[in-house]
């Protein structure tokens, strides 16, 4: 009916007003109707506002994204301090849902994959191309998997924020609420320990080096001690064969003189005997004087190498003792895997990776764990101690997807003794429990807190970016790679058959990391 109009109207116009008002009304209908093109793109909906809370803001202790409602939401201790719009990852190229930690920031970053794109304020995420960032918002879902925020209000984050802040992406709208429960009970901060925390540290720091000095001059001595008695050992295996050839001559001479048949040979005999005797008495007292010395040198090395061996040990432990000193004084994340079955700790160290980008996370605790009715999904909470109380710790709780309600998956979680008697004196506001059916995400490193994505929701994110080698620390510094020396290869590869990402590809080896 609309074209019988338009064409009536049409000859009406011609023989009214002409051709040239027929050209004019058809340009016109052609802008009023929406191309294949516009009709492709996403539909704009109402921007979030760009609002802060009519407070003083404190220090932010989590970002939570919203993916259906592209925003924003920054949290401090007491509640929301600042909202914003923002642009999350088209299809097939989706910023995945899921669990992150802030684990570098650059103000001038550019991107090596998209043509040099400013990238301003930047606070990566991952290690492998997702960060949050200013840029254009359109009104829709538009980036290439990073979360793009207005360019003031990433600048003003940038300034807030610290390495280690939770960034938690929701598929849908999330927000922390109070939490209690009586396993969180148990973490009690003790006062005396927290603040004797960084004296100790300092203390054990010392120490610490005095004893990594001390090792390393035993391990010099040990290795100079070995050389000597190495070398004193070839002189004296050169000797033992000298002392048995001059008893050969000697043997021989004696032989001579004894079937000597003239006084000139006997005569001749009794020289050859004696200086033979003489030859092998010196060899004698020679080889007897070396081995006493080689013996007492081997019994030296030994020693030394006994000596070193302590010295090394005793390094290694006061090492570990000043660590968790620091430690101490730093809150503790603590991620509970239904998929693993394996509770893990991590700390931030603020020590700089070895290859050059970050800040290293401690990752010395991993014990299996118990869990009741285990094929019955958790879901996955967020729980984060905001602020001390009276209790000991105030604490909330962000669930992110369709699983158990936090309660009742904390309610099947038993906390081992060890851990709570380790970590419990130390815990500190910031302090977080992450609950989930999934396991690490192979974006956790060395370099990283944890990192949980969402299995069920679209990853093309993840898959779009191309890792490059991320180089390994040595042994002197934080993860070898070797499980028996604390290494960090433990947090890769837990499940051997892990579900496919949504949007294609596979998941990257780990250990790897795209300069975007």
Known sequence: MV??????KS???????GPSAVVMFAAIAALLTPTADAAAKPARRAQPAETAAPREAGEPIMAIVSIKSQQVTIYDAEGWILRAPVSTGVKERETPAGVFAIVQKNKDHRSNMYDDASMPNMQRITWNGLALHGGPLPGYAASHGCVRMPFGFAEKLFDMTRIGMRVIISPDDAAPADFSHPSLSLFVPNAEVIAAAPAKSQTLSREAADAAMAAEEAKKTAATAARESALLATSLRKLERLKARADAELVFA???????KTDQARAKAEDRQQKAAAKAAELAAR???DNANASSKLDAASAAKEAAKTAQTKKADTAKAALDAKLAAEPVSIYISRATRTLYVRRNTHKPAPDGGGEVFDA??????????????LGTHVLTAVARNDAGLRWTAVSIDNGDGAKSALDRIT?????LDRVAPTALPRSSIVISDEPLSEETNYRTEFVVVLSDQPQGGFITRKPSEVLMADDNGWGSGRQDDGGFDA???RNPNPPPRRGGGQFYVPMQRGWW
């Open 287 to 289: 080889f007897d004087a």
């Open 491 to 493: 947090f890769f590869q």
């Open 415 to 419: 906390i081992p003794k060890e851990i």
């Open 364 to 377: 010395s605790i991993e014990v299996p764990i118990a869990i009741r009715d285990p094929g019955k999904p």
């Open 254 to 260: 004696d032989k001579a003189l004894a079937t000597a």
């Open 11 to 17: 000859t009406m116009a011609m023989r009214r007003w």
């Open 3 to 8: 074209d019988r109009l338009t064409s009536a």
